[in-house]
Every structure is written in C-alpha cells, then in structure tokens.
C-alpha cells in the first residue's frame, strides 16, 4: 500500500520495521494482558435451555413475525375473504328466503409449507426459535381472519336464506361457523404438516373432501351408505355433527306448511275417511292432513314441525345440536395436536 500512495519501489522491510518497532511490543504486551484476565475470568456455564429465549417470549416474536407476514399477504387475505363472501352469497340466494317448505384449504397449505421450509433450512439450523414457537405462530395468527371470514360467511348465507333471526337460533348458529373455520384449518395445517410440498398436500386434499362429502350422511343417506364405512366413517367425520348442529339449531322448533305440489295425494280403502286410515301415522308421525274427512282425494303434509323430520335422522331433542358442536371442538383440538405432534416427529427425524 506505501509503494502505492508513494509511487515509488522502496527497498525497506516494512514487516520487519513494524516487528522491531515499540508499538508492536506495546500490542503484544496488551494483548497477553487481556489473555490472562480472560483465562482468569473463564466461567463454563450451561443453563440447559436449547434456546436463548424462553419459550413465552420466541412465541411472542414469532406470531408477531407470523400476523406481519400475513397482514403483508394481500393475496391471501383477499381471496379468503372473497370465498367466504362468494360461497355465502351463492349458497344463501340459491335458497333465498325458501320459508317453511320441505324442499380457503387450498391456499392456507402452501402459506403453511412455505414457512415450514423457511424454519427448517434457517431459523432451525441457527437455532433463532423452537418448532413449538412455529406451529402455535402459524395457528394463532390465522384466527382473527378465521372469525372475520366466518362472520362475512354467516351474515351472507343466514340471512338471505332465511332463518330465523331470534337471538338464540342466531348465535347458536354462528358459534357453528366459527367451529368450522377453526375445524377445515386445522385439518388443513395437518395435511400440510406431514406433506412434502404443496403439491402432494393438494393431491392429499380431493381424498378427504370425497370421504366428507360421500359419507356424512347428506348426499348419501345414512341407510344407503355401504355397510363397511356406515358403523365407523360415519362417525369419524366431523361434517357429520355439523350437519347435525345446524338441522337442530335451525329446524327443530320450526312450522312446517307444505306447498300445494309437496302434498301427498292419495285414495284411502272403501268405506274409510282420510282421517279413520290415517290415524296410526298421524300420531305417531306428526303428518298434517289437510282433508281429515274426505273419503278420496287425500291431501296430507308428510310434517308439521322441523322436529318431526329430524326424528327421523335421529336427531331428537335441542340438546343435541350442541353435543354435535361439543364434538367438533374436539376434533379441532385434535387437529392442531396432530399439527404439534406431526412437526415435532418432522424435526426430530431432520435433526437425525
């Protein structure tokens, strides 16, 4: 550097000049000092913990660090709301205002498997936070947008449906909604969990919504459903007790009136009125019979009330609408400790 700013080729040992000079002694001597006070100092203390932090305070950072990223994710937010809205509004105008007659898994995985890989390659090999602070970050920043969504969902599919709008059947109802956004998320994080990449979890997805949909007693009936999935799958889905929560909520103590073409129309034997050959099935069905003492020409309402219908689904008294909504908290629980045990297996296996 001297040759440099000097122009010039010197001759002189610059290396030498500077290890014979009495700055260089000076150096060493300060430097062996601060040797022998650090070798006199040393402390060998281990407090036993993996991590800096306490596991309170990488939680905090770490959903403060989640809910940023999601606040920042306007992709995402917008389109979850957009299907919520969306669904709302065209399955509540495909019933719009029926009365009393008869008649975002997708797009949470990849955010979820994204920022599992971003753990695993950094923030787990510098050891920053434990994979507990991941999963409960990735969990709880999702639950605000999960009741904004779930309440934009409930007043757009409630309402212009037409259910009853007293605070009781109301509030039961939406405390459902919010239940099922907790529940499809939870699922959603588990099949992340233990997928790969976001492709294999959308493959793993179509397997459980055909399961939910073939067997949860709707589509299929329960009497129709094969023999072998009836006796268990029957009542490992928690669509099931969703199901069975709304009907309760919604029906039970509902009037029913049948329209004109949902009237059963029939002839009773010779000699009998309406009302002499249908006294059995009126008592113990609950039917309505429009014409009790005509002689032909038979009018009958299959029911008169919600419950007499949910009867036949075994849905017998209020109570049961919440043992089913008990039952899917459950299975959330279940969910977001499948999540914890899932990644806990995950990083134990890497960190082999």
Request: aromatic content about 14%; some cysteine; proline content about 4%.
């Amino acid at each position: 550097m001297i040759e440099v700013v000097s122009g010039r080729i010197s001759d002189i040992d610059w290396n030498r000049v500077w290890l014979e000079s009495p700055e260089h002694i000076e150096v060493i001597h300060e430097l062996d000092s601060l040797l022998e006070v650090a070798m006199r100092n040393e402390v060998n203390y281990d407090d036993g913990h993996e991590y800096v932090a306490p596991m309170n305070e990488q939680i905090r950072v770490v959903l403060s660090r989640m809910n940023l990223a999601l606040y920042r994710n306007n992709a995402y937010i917008n389109k979850k709301i957009l299907l919520h809205v969306g669904l709302g509004l065209f399955y509540g105008f495909s019933y719009w205002k029926i009365g009393d007659a008869v008649s975002v898994i997708s797009q949470l995985q990849p955010q979820f498997i994204k920022r599992r890989i971003i753990y695993d390659d950094r923030e787990k090999k510098a050891r920053i936070y434990s994979w507990k602070a991941l999963v409960t970050g990735l969990i709880v920043s999702e639950l605000l947008y999960l009741v904004i969504c779930g309440v934009l969902y409930f007043v757009c599919w409630y309402y212009t449906v037409g259910f009853s709008t007293a605070s009781e059947t109301a509030g039961a109802t939406f405390f459902v909604a919010l239940v099922y956004e907790m529940h499809y998320t939870g699922v959603g994080q588990f099949i992340a969990a233990h997928s790969p990449n976001a492709m294999f979890a959308s493959l793993a997805n179509p397997l459980r919504v055909g399961a939910i949909v073939s067997l949860y007693g709707i589509l299929v009936p329960y009497d129709q459903i094969v023999v072998f999935w009836r006796h268990w799958m029957y009542y490992l889905s928690p669509t099931t007790y969703l199901i069975r929560s709304v009907l309760t909520f919604t029906i039970l103590d509902t009037d029913v009136t049948c329209k004109k073409e949902e009237l059963a129309v029939f002839d009773p034997p010779p000699s009998s009125t309406c009302q002499e050959y249908l006294d059995p099935y009126l008592d113990e069905h609950g039917a309505n019979l429009i014409n009790p003492g005509a002689s032909s020409g038979c009018q009958a309402c299959p029911c008169t009330k919600g419950s007499h219908y949910l009867r036949t689904i075994n849905l017998n008294d209020y109570y049961y609408g919440w043992a089913g909504v008990g039952t899917v908290v459950l299975f959330v629980c279940s969910s977001y400790g499948l999540v914890h045990l899932l990644m806990k297996l995950q990083s134990s296996r890497k960190r082999e």
